[in-house]
C-alpha cells in the first residue's frame, strides 16, 4: 500500500510502532508479534497487525512479523527512507533547540539553515547550519528546490513568514506556533499544538492523581471497617 493511501491516525502509529522494532532488531530478534507491540503500547492486537500489514509486511502464526523487513517498510511509509531538506524560519530559542536536535536525520530530515530578522542572530551557526536574514529566504529556497519549512517565530509573525515561505516555493509547513495560518492548495500545514499537548498530560496526571487519592481513601475505609467488626 502506498503511504498517502494509509489512514492518518494509522499513519500517527506507525512511529510508535517503528520505535519497538527498532528495539527488538537492535536487541538481535528475528521477529516481532503486534501482540507484543500491543502490549508495550496498550493498544488492541488486531488493530496494531492491521496497522502493520498496510505496510506491506505479512506476519506469520506463532512468528509474528519479520523484524529487518518490517522495519525497512515502516520507514519507507513514513518517508525516512528518503532525505528531505527543510528551513527554519525564526531562530529563538525553540528553533535553535530544533536546529541542534540531531535525531532529525534518523527521519530523513535535514534542516540546512535557519531564518530570522532580529540583526543578533544572524550571521551565526547553530549545530553547523547558518542563521541567514530572512531577505535571502526566497533566493535560498528556490536555488535549492527546498519544499518544506518549519516555523517557530511568534504568533503575530506566522502569517507573513508563511506568506513569504510559500511565495518562495515551499509547499509544507510544520508549524509550531499557535498561529491559524492561511494557505491555499496545494500547500499543507501540520500545526504541532504543544499548549494542547500539555493540557492533555495535565489533566492525565491529575486524575491519576485523584485515582492514587481515591484508592487510598479506600484502603483507609476499609481498614475502618475491619476494626470496626
Known amino acids: 500500500m ?42 488492541n492486537p488486531v ?17 509474528g512479523f519479520p523484524v529487518a523487513e518490517l522495519r525497512r517498510r515502516l520507514e ?14 525564526g531562530a529563538g530559542h525553540l ?12 527521519f530523513g530530515l535535514s534542516i540546512s539553515a535557519g531564518f530570522d530578522v532580529d540583526p543578533r542572530r544572524v550571521g551565526v551557526s547553530i549545530a553547523g547550519k547558518p542563521v541567514l536574514a530572512m531577505d535571502c529566504l526566497e533566493s535560498y529556497v528556490r536555488e535549492r528546490g527546498i519544499v518544506l519549512g518549519i516555523l517557530t517565530v511568534s504568533p503575530e509573525a506566522a502569517q507573513e513568514a508563511t506568506d513569504r515561505l510559500v511565495a518562495a516555493g515551499i509547499r509544507g ?5 499557535p498561529a491559524k495560518l492561511r494557505v491555499a492548495f ?7 499544538e504543544l499548549a494542547a499537548s500539555l493540557a492533555v498530560l495535565w489533566k492525565k496526571l491529575q486524575a491519576r492523581k485523584a485515582g ?8 483507609i475505609e476499609e481498614q475502618i471497617v475491619q476494626f470496626n467488626r
Open 2 to 43: 502506498r503511504a498517502e493511501c494509509i489512514h492518518e491516525p494509522t499513519l500517527r502509529r506507525l512511529p510508535l510502532y517503528h520505535a519497538i522494532v527498532a528495539q527488538e532488531q537492535e536487541q538481535g530478534r528475528e521477529f516481532v508479534s503486534s501482540s507484543l507491540i500491543a502490549r508495550q503500547l496498550e493498544l
Open 47 to 63: 488493530q496494531v497487525r492491521k496497522d502493520l500489514e498496510t505496510t506491506g509486511t505479512t506476519g506469520t502464526p506463532r512468528r
Open 76 to 89: 519507507s511509509c513514513l518517508g525516512w527512507s528518503v532525505r528531505t531538506e527543510a528551513v527554519l524560519v
Open 95 to 106: 528553533g535553535a533547540s530544533l536546529m541542534q536536535y540531531d535525531r532529525f536525520d534518523r
Open 173 to 177: 509547513i510544520w508549524n509550531f506556533t
Open 186 to 192: 496545494p500547500v499543507m500545514v501540520e500545526r504541532i
Open 212 to 219: 492514587m487519592e481515591t484508592d487510598r481513601l479506600g484502603g
